[in-house]
C-alpha cells in the first residue's frame, strides 16, 4: 500500500531495467551451505546402535563443531542427518510438530520408525520432482511391531531398508569394518556382536573417519535404541583422541 491508501505499482521499476535485460528470480538454498557428513548405524544383539560426528562444514571450512544431527523423535525412534543442516532443521521442526499432534490425541499409538521412513520417502521425492530437494540423507531406525527396523532414505527419495547402513564416505570406509565384525562374530559364536563389541566397532569406525574425511571431527554422538522396550537414548558428546604419531610418515599429501 502506498501513502494515500493505494495499491503500489512496481510498473515504473519494471521499465527502468535496460532494454532487453531480463532480471533473474531469487533463489534461495539451491545447494547446500552448512553441511555434516556421515551417519553409521546398525543392528546389535539387543537392538540398533547410530553415531554421527558433531561438526557443521562450512564448505571446507570446518565452521561448528558441537552440531548435534540425531534426533531423538520419540521412545522408539532415532533419526540420523547427512548433509544440509538448515533443511534438517526445516524437516526437524515438522517432525516435532507431528509428534506434539500425535501427543494430542491420546490414543495410545506413536509414530514407528517404519512409518517416518516412509513418511520421509514421499516429502524427500516430492521436493525433488519440484526440482526443490531438500539436501539430505536421513538414517531412520527404531523398532516396528517390536523388531529392530533401520532404513535409509537421500534426497532423491531412494529408499531401502538394511540391518548395516553408512551414508558418506562411511559406505566406502566403515561399512567393511562393521561387516567384517559381524561376520566374524557370527562364522565363530552363530551370534549377533553384544552392546559392548558393537560400541567398539563404531568407535574405531568414527576414529578412521576422523582419520580419513575433512569433514568429519573428533566430537561425536552415539544414540542406542534398545529392543526390549526400554526408552531410546542420545548419550552426551563424547570425544575420541586419535593417535597422530605416524602422522609424518604420510606423505604426497602437501
Not at 38 to 52: K, V
Amino acid at each position: 500500500m502506498n501513502s494515500e491508501g493505494g495499491v503500489r505499482s512496481f510498473d515504473s521499476f519494471a521499465t527502468s531495467l535496460p532494454k532487453g535485460e531480463r532480471r533473474n528470480p531469487i533463489t534461495h538454498t539451491q545447494a547446500p551451505v552448512t553441511t555434516g557428513t556421515s551417519i553409521i548405524a546398525f543392528e546389535y544383539d539387543g537392538g540398533i546402535l547410530m553415531a554421527a560426528d558433531m561438526l557443521g562444514s562450512y564448505g571446507s571450512l570446518a565452521r561448528y563443531r558441537s552440531v548435534p544431527r540425531l534426533l531423538k523423535v520419540n521412545d522408539k525412534t532415532v533419526i540420523g542427518c547427512m548433509g544440509d543442516y538448515a533443511d534438517f532443521q526445516y524437516l526437524q521442526a515438522i517432525i516435532e510438530q507431528m509428534e506434539v499432534d500425535e501427543a494430542c490425541k491420546d490414543d495410545g499409538f506413536q509414530t514407528t520408525a517404519r512409518s517416518l521412513h516412509s513418511w520421509l520417502t514421499r516429502v524427500l521425492y516430492n521436493k525433488r520432482c519440484k526440482f526443490d530437494p531438500l539436501w539430505t540423507t536421513f538414517v531412520v531406525a527404531g523398532l516396528d511391531q517390536d523388531k529392530p527396523f533401520l532404513g535409509f532414505v537421500d534426497k532423491l527419495g531412494t529408499a531401502y531398508t538394511d540391518p548395516i547402513i553408512t551414508t558418506g564416505y562411511a559406505s566406502m570406509l566403515a561399512t567393511p569394518l562393521i561387516r567384517k565384525a559381524v561376520e566374524d562374530k557370527l562364522k565363530d559364536k552363530n551370534e549377533k556382536l553384544t552392546l559392548a563389541e558393537a560400541r567398539k566397532v563404531i568407535e574405531d569406525s568414527l576414529t578412521l573417519m576422523y582419520y580419513r574425511d575433512a569433514r568429519a571431527s573428533n566430537k561425536y554422538q552415539i544414540a542406542i535404541i534398545p529392543s526390549n522396550g526400554e526408552a531410546s537414548i542420545i548419550e552426551e558428546p563424547k570425544t575420541l583422541l586419535g593417535d597422530w604419531s605416524v602422522a609424518h610418515l604420510i606423505k604426497g599429501y602437501e
